[in-house]
């Protein structure tokens, strides 16, 4: 373990130490330690600041006494001032090292057990992860598959009977649950052998799973084996009781590898009674099933734009993979899992997938082993600083832009899905996307592209099916254009 020792000088000329260690891959220890000065400054101006703006029964603005202020506000005025001290220090100690984090630092202890004492300093440690230390390697004339993508008739029928399903009625049963069926109800999430629960939800949804998806399917984001069978000869009313293991590769680190009950009370269920055609011309505001489905072409065709270029960033990831050694931190952070899932969560909604089929795709990617979980974080840091690299930034307009298309695809207007966004604090994660798929755009800039039939595709894409990074295209087949391979600009 190495480590070194630095003083920050801050803008009022009061230092502060800064201690840095190793204490593991990409993986960095701050103590830092504020100075009595500097903390006895801070603290009086945060009650000079109270002094002035307080007000107290009986007294002017400004003129309560000071003790009596001290003793009404003094303890949130003192864990206020700390923070913004601990902040403020962090700060200055990442920006004057050079470090360069990757995710929110994670005390070593509590802060709330700090004590903030005038004339004494202020000392304390945070966990930072950090990008590991490696070379890119040459990133001209890395070769490049480009399915060639055509929407067909049956391409348009297929979407158009999605639509029917998604903008439809639906009505009440009692049991019976066949594929499709919404079964809703109240459930928990608990360790084995523990009363009190890690989740609970009043309005939780399962979907009954169909005949394709062999059975299994997603209950609160976990991977359910058997689940079609476990809902066939239930009704509204029952409980059911699954017991299961925590993925490891899950966001929640106590929920990994653990022995886990969900209880799910059956409190109402309903099937999914299509729109018909008329519906959804009324809908679409068309007046005609051929303007329908010409419409349905146009969405489509920016569905395959997607899939194609989600295809050859694939490649790209793969070729990165193989070519880069780097240390990684021991296990997956819980912010590390939760930055994939949610990247992957965006990328899935702006290729169109309904939202059920997104949730199962997540769960199915929580179940990952953990190698691909790992393959996963290293693709994290290679795209960084491929970014750094090609000078990549990304604007608020084509955040905006892609918040929009978003929105598109799921019928939302993009000012409503950006409020839902920034309300869950999730802008920053589709910068995030846009970030790392403009770098590796770059790549595919300089990449020696070879333009393949789609049928050609789903071959070599079922015969990597067992690598730890896939693509995701269409299932059906979509052109035939002739084979040619050109050189991309360098």
Same mark, same amino acid.
């Given at each position: 373990?190495?480590?070194?020792?630095?003083?920050?000088?801050?803008?009022?000329?009061?230092?502060?130490?800064?201690?840095?260690?190793n204490?593991?891959?990409?993986?960095?220890?701050?103590?830092i330690?504020?100075?009595?000065?500097?903390?006895?400054?801070?603290?009086?101006?945060?009650i000079?600041?109270?002094?002035?703006?307080?007000?107290?029964? &009986?007294?002017?603005?400004?003129?309560?006494? !000071?003790?009596?202020?001290?003793?009404?506000f003094?303890?949130?005025?003192?864990?206020?001032?700390?923070?913004? %001290?601990?902040?403020?220090?962090?700060?200055?100690?990442?920006?004057? =090292?050079?470090?360069?984090p990757?995710g929110e630092?994670?005390?070593?202890e509590?802060t709330? *057990?700090?004590?903030l004492v005038?004339g004494k300093p202020?000392? #304390?440690?945070?966990? $930072? +992860?950090?990008v590991?230390d490696?070379?890119?390697?040459?990133? /001209?004339?890395?070769?490049?598959r480009?399915?060639?993508?055509?929407?067909?008739?049956e391409?348009?029928?297929d979407?158009?009977?999605?639509?029917?399903?998604?903008?439809g009625e639906?009505?009440?049963?009692?049991?019976? #649950?066949?594929?499709g069926?919404?079964? %809703?109800?109240?459930?928990?999430?608990?360790?084995? &052998?523990?009363?009190?629960?890690l989740?609970?939800?009043?309005?939780?949804?399962?979907v009954f799973?169909?005949?394709?998806?062999?059975? *299994?399917?997603?209950? %609160?984001g976990l991977? $359910?084996?058997?689940?079609?069978g476990m809902?066939?000869?239930?009704? /509204?009313?029952?409980? @059911?009781?699954?017991?299961?293991?925590?993925p490891d590769?899950?966001?929640? +680190?106590?929920? !990994?590898?653990a022995?886990?009950?969900?209880?799910?009370?059956?409190?109402?269920?309903?099937?999914p009674v299509?729109?018909?055609?008329?519906?959804?011309?009324?809908?679409?505001?068309?007046?005609?099933?051929?303007?329908?489905?010409?419409?349905?072409?146009?969405?489509l065709?920016?569905?395959?734009?997607?899939?194609?270029a989600?295809?050859?960033?694939?490649q790209v990831?793969? =070729?990165?993979?193989?070519? /880069?050694?780097?240390?990684?931190? +021991?296990?997956?952070?819980?912010?590390?899992?939760?930055?994939?899932?949610?990247?992957?969560?965006?990328?899935?909604?702006?290729?169109?997938?309904?939202?059920?089929? /997104?949730?199962?795709?997540?769960?199915?990617?929580?179940?990952?082993?953990?190698?691909?979980?790992?393959?996963?974080?290293?693709l994290?840091?290679?795209?960084?600083?491929l970014?750094?690299?090609?000078?990549?930034d $990304?604007s608020?307009?084509e955040?905006?832009?892609r918040?929009?298309t978003?929105?598109?695809?799921? &019928?939302?207007?993009?000012?409503? @899905?950006?409020?839902?966004?920034?309300?869950?604090?999730?802008?920053?994660?589709?910068a995030?996307m846009v970030? +790392?798929? *403009?770098?590796?755009? !770059?790549?595919?800039?300089?990449?020696?592209?070879?333009?393949i039939s789609?049928? *050609?595709?789903?071959e070599?894409?079922?015969?990597?099916?067992g690598?730890?990074?896939?693509t995701?295209?269409?299932k059906k087949?979509?052109?035939?254009?002739?084979?040619?391979?050109?050189?991309?600009?360098?």
């Open positions: 373990m190495s480590e070194s020792t630095a003083t920050t000088e801050n803008p009022d000329q009061t230092a502060t130490d800064v201690k840095i260690e204490v593991g891959p990409a993986l960095k220890r701050l103590t330690t504020i100075s009595p000065e500097a903390v006895s400054e801070k603290l009086e101006e945060s000079g600041t109270l002094l002035h703006e307080a007000t107290l029964p &009986g007294f002017r603005r400004g003129k309560a006494p !000071r003790k009596l202020l001290e003793r009404k003094g303890s949130s005025v003192r864990s206020e001032t700390k923070n913004q %001290l601990i902040a403020d220090a962090y700060a200055k100690a990442v920006e004057a =090292h050079g470090i360069h990757v630092p994670e005390p070593t509590p709330d *057990k700090l004590e005038a202020l000392s #304390f440690s945070v966990d $930072v +992860e950090v590991p490696f070379e890119l390697p040459e990133l /001209v004339g890395i070769p490049v480009k399915p060639l993508l055509e929407i067909t008739d391409h348009i029928q979407r158009i009977q999605r639509q029917q399903v998604r903008l639906s009505t009440p049963i009692e049991g019976q #649950f066949q594929e069926d919404r079964v %809703l109800g109240q459930v928990t999430l608990a360790k084995q &052998g523990q009363d009190e629960p989740f609970d939800n009043e309005q939780a949804i399962i799973p169909g005949a394709q998806d062999g059975g *299994k399917g997603p209950v %609160l991977m $359910v084996d058997g689940l079609a809902l066939k000869d239930r009704a /509204v009313g029952d409980t @059911l009781t699954i017991e299961t293991v925590g590769g899950h966001e929640r +680190e106590d929920i !990994r590898g022995q886990l009950t969900i209880t799910f009370r059956i409190l109402q269920a309903e099937r299509p729109a018909t055609i008329e519906n959804l011309l009324e809908i679409f505001g068309v007046e005609s099933e051929d303007i329908l489905r010409e419409q349905m072409r146009m969405a065709q920016h569905q395959c734009d997607q899939e194609q989600t295809a050859m960033r694939e990831y793969k =070729h990165l993979l193989q070519a /880069v050694d780097m240390e990684l931190p +021991e296990k997956l952070s819980a912010g590390q899992a939760a930055r994939a899932l949610e990247g992957h969560r965006l990328e899935l909604l702006e290729r169109g997938l309904a939202p059920d089929d /997104v949730e199962r795709q997540l769960a199915e990617m929580r179940g990952d082993s953990e190698t691909q979980a790992r393959d996963r974080l290293k994290f840091f290679l795209l960084r600083r970014g750094e690299h090609f000078k990549v $990304v608020e307009q955040v905006n832009g918040i929009a978003i929105a598109a695809q799921h &019928g939302q207007r993009p000012d409503q @899905l950006r409020a839902e966004l920034a309300r869950t604090g999730k802008i920053n994660d589709v995030r970030y +790392e798929q *403009k770098a590796a755009d !770059r790549v595919i800039a300089k990449a020696i592209i070879e333009e789609a049928e *050609k595709w789903n070599i894409s079922a015969d990597e099916s690598a730890a990074t896939t995701r295209t269409s087949t979509i052109t035939k254009k002739k084979t040619s391979k050109k050189t991309g600009s360098k």
